[in-house]
């Protein structure tokens, strides 16, 4: 089992940044890839960013590239989310997931889940 733990979340204004975290315990950190989701209000959870386990590699959605950078720190068993030019659309739950697999996208393909934390963009 990997227990996740998001935190960073919060009101921010557009243009703005934040930076989530997600702590990870349990097995080995190092062994999963890493991936960050979103829920807005009303619509699927979407893929945001995915990091291999080393964090050699990393991918994006379309919707936050060059604006959202995922990064990891294996020694703190942390993954982060680095968010800038913030928008209202950017408004949702976002979560921490693990794969034994770096690339997925589908959020089936992700076998643990943090419980989430808010990011609220006001225009």
């Known amino acids: 089992q990997v227990q996740l733990v998001e935190s960073g979340g919060g009101l921010v204004q557009a243009g703005g940044s934040l930076r989530l975290s997600c702590a990870a315990s349990?097995?080995?950190?190092?062994?999963?890839?890493m991936g960050w989701f979103r829920q807005a209000p009303g619509k699927d959870r979407e893929f945001v960013a995915g990091?291999?386990?080393?964090?050699?590699?990393?991918n994006y959605a379309d919707s936050v590239k060059g604006r959202f950078t995922i990064s990891r720190d294996n020694a703190k068993n942390t993954v982060y989310l680095q968010m800038n030019s913030l928008k209202p659309d950017d408004t949702a739950v976002y979560f921490c997931?693990?794969?034994?697999?770096?690339?997925?996208?589908?959020?089936?393909?992700?076998?643990?889940w943090g419980q989430g934390t808010q990011v609220s963009v006001s225009s």
């Open positions: 997931a693990a794969a034994n697999s770096y690339g997925y996208t589908k959020l089936r393909l992700y076998d643990y």
């Open positions: 990091i291999s386990w080393g964090g050699g590699s990393t």
């Open positions: 349990g097995r080995t950190f190092s062994n999963y890839a």
